[in-house]
């Protein structure tokens, strides 16, 4: 696979074979990545006393998060060993040849706060709002504001078009056109429908 360079990167936004929207700042073209910001929609874990979350049951799972709207101009706040979920606030559009993968910035990295736990890999095909993973393991609480930059996007070539992308009749896509912050659809696994 090769990563796309900012001439690339430009190229193919241009042509609107990839969709960043808004695209707001041409700032955000780095290199090889685009900066992507963080929305305003945050999910968090409520704390609840039960023995174990049951990824069979979603009414379980989604018990477990509530959501929060941050104003403009305010800070949603994540508290050392917190974890939030939240969304880019571009929506975005990958190709059926390319896939994508989000990586935190160094600058949040810095303060201990990361973006992805583990779904830092975007499919081909993908299109939506990226659901962010955001754990802070640093010391002490971090002021996160809607619109800040907080990951970034890089995009990588493959050898050929995917036969069946995200989003495909064939696949179980869960999260194709998500626009906030969604709770795990782990309960959709085939595995798990047994």
Do not use: W
Request: hydrophobic content about 35%; some cysteine.
């Amino acid at each position: 696979m090769t990563i796309l360079s900012d001439k690339e990167l430009r190229k193919y936004l241009n042509e609107g074979k990839i969709v960043i929207d808004p695209l707001i700042d041409e700032k955000q073209i780095q290199p090889s990545s685009i900066d992507m910001r963080i929305g305003d929609e945050f999910k968090v874990f409520k704390v609840i006393r039960k023995p174990y979350i049951d990824p069979k049951d979603q009414d379980d799972i989604a018990s477990y998060m509530e959501s929060m709207i941050i104003e403009e101009g305010e800070a949603f706040i994540i508290h050392p060993n917190e974890f939030a979920l939240a969304t880019t606030y571009e929506y975005v559009k990958v190709p059926d040849d390319l896939v994508a993968r989000v990586e935190g910035r160094s600058s949040m990295g810095r303060l201990g706060v990361t973006m992805h736990v583990t779904a830092g890999f975007i499919d081909p095909g993908f299109e939506g709002k990226i659901t962010l993973e955001i754990s802070n393991i640093g010391a002490m609480p971090v002021a996160l504001y809607p619109g800040q930059r907080v990951c970034q996007i890089v995009f990588e070539t493959m050898t050929s078009p995917a036969e069946k992308p995200y989003g495909h009749p064939d696949r179980n896509s869960k999260y194709m056109g998500q626009k906030r912050p969604e709770s795990s659809r782990i309960k959709q696994d085939y595995e798990l429908k047994k």
